[in-house]
């Protein structure tokens, strides 16, 4: 069964930064396409960043210059850091395969069926 558990989120005030980090287990890791998705408040889970088994990275247009998402395949982790982050970046943060377009590239993600419980960013003055 897959795992993921996600974590550095935080309340923080416009222009500040933060890094999420994201365990993955149970799970091909390394060969895996990954992804972080926002769901706002009332929202959709909508994916903003995505990066390919060989580092190859897509952004969603309003966060691009801003966030930057890594991978460390020995620590089964991905990282979001995220820059100048503004109150609409506000959102429970996931991570999981990508699926859907993110900066013009299609991820085809087909193993969706498990979540973790997420981490909050809140973008506030």
């Known amino acids: 069964q897959v795992q993921l558990v996600e974590s550095g989120g935080g309340l923080v005030k416009p222009g500040e930064s933060l890094r999420l980090s994201c365990v993955i287990s149970g799970s091909d890791f390394s060969s895996k396409a990954l992804g972080w998705y926002r769901q706002a408040p009332g929202g959709q889970r909508e994916l903003v960043a995505a990066i390919t088994n060989r580092d190859t990275k897509n952004y969603k247009h309003g966060v691009w210059g801003r966030f930057y998402i890594s991978r460390d395949n020995a620590k089964n982790t991905v990282y979001l850091q995220m820059n100048s982050l503004h109150p609409e970046d506000t959102g429970v943060y996931y991570c999981?395969?990508?699926?859907?377009?993110?900066?013009?590239?299609?991820?085809?993600?087909?193993?969706?069926?498990?979540w973790g419980q997420g981490t909050q960013v809140t973008v506030s003055s």
């Open positions: 999981n395969e990508p699926r859907g377009w993110v900066g013009g590239q299609h991820y085809a993600g087909t193993n969706l069926d498990y």
